[in-house]
């Protein structure tokens, strides 16, 4: 069974950086077919899409936020990894990651997701 | 800027049918994706590419596209329905993914 889990820093001060890892078991992040996302949910309110990651490199950024984020992947610790920049009190989220196949030039969905972590941008 | 509309709640009975609308101008080009969240818990995907349902997921679930709305059924709706629901696509270029605001069901 699939499994993806965020790790990193529950409180990051503004201005920072936030850095998260998501970490895969039970497949292999560059078997192919499959860009890797991340999320985010802000208290109380709805989803918003970060970036997508493939194996090989490939990038999709959310043009809102583009400018501070930086998606990264490690094959060979089967992880993947978000930056965020200069953070405010608006970044203040519950961040997840999660994965989303790629066939045939259409998009499956983000089938499996982490539980989530927590963060808060405070001083 | 691409957006995605959904209402804000939808309320039914149990047994009844709930129907939750996604309107945007780039879905007749993209599928729409549906995921549904409890408190506390991870989105769950319950259907993807407008009407294909992954596995484990209750055929009570079902969705559609019509234009520019899809929509999201759910047939004989149970008490552990009750969960926020959010729609999600890409916009024609495919590279950015948009959610819809989301749409709480309660079932009364």
């Known amino acids: 069974q699939l499994q993806l889990q965020e790790s990193g820093p529950g409180l990051v001060k503004p201005s920072e950086t936030l850095s998260l890892t998501c970490t895969v078991s039970g497949g292999s992040i560059s078997s192919g077919s499959y860009y890797w996302g991340w999320l985010r949910q802000p208290p109380g309110k709805g989803l918003e899409w970060i970036a997508n990651?493939?194996?090989?490199?490939?990038?999709y950024y959310n043009p809102s936020l583009k400018s501070r984020v930086t998606i990264s992947v490690d094959t060979s610790k089967n992880h993947f990894s978000l930056g965020l920049t200069s953070v405010t009190a608006t970044d203040t989220a519950l961040y997840y990651c999660a994965r989303l196949p790629y066939n045939s030039g259409w998009y499956d969905g983000f089938d499996y997701w982490g539980q989530g972590t927590l963060v808060t941008v405070s001083s | 800027s691409y957006e995605l509309t959904q209402p804000p709640s939808v309320s039914v009975s149990p047994g009844q049918t709930a129907r939750i609308t996604c309107s945007a101008d780039?879905?007749?080009?993209?599928?729409a994706y549906w995921y549904q969240q409890k408190p506390a818990q991870a989105p769950v995907l319950v259907i993807y590419?407008?009407?294909e349902r992954p596995s484990g997921i209750p055929e009570r679930f079902s969705g559609s596209s019509s234009g520019t709305t899809v929509t999201l059924t759910i047939s004989g709706v149970q008490a552990e329905d009750e969960a926020d629901y959010y729609c999600?696509?890409?916009?024609?270029?495919?590279?950015?993914?948009?959610f819809g605001g989301g749409t709480k069901l309660t079932v009364l």
């Open positions: 999600q696509s890409v916009d024609t270029s495919g590279t950015l993914f948009i």
């Open positions: 590419k407008d009407s």
């Open positions: 990651i493939y194996y090989s490199g490939a990038t």
């Open positions: 780039a879905l007749p080009k993209q599928y």
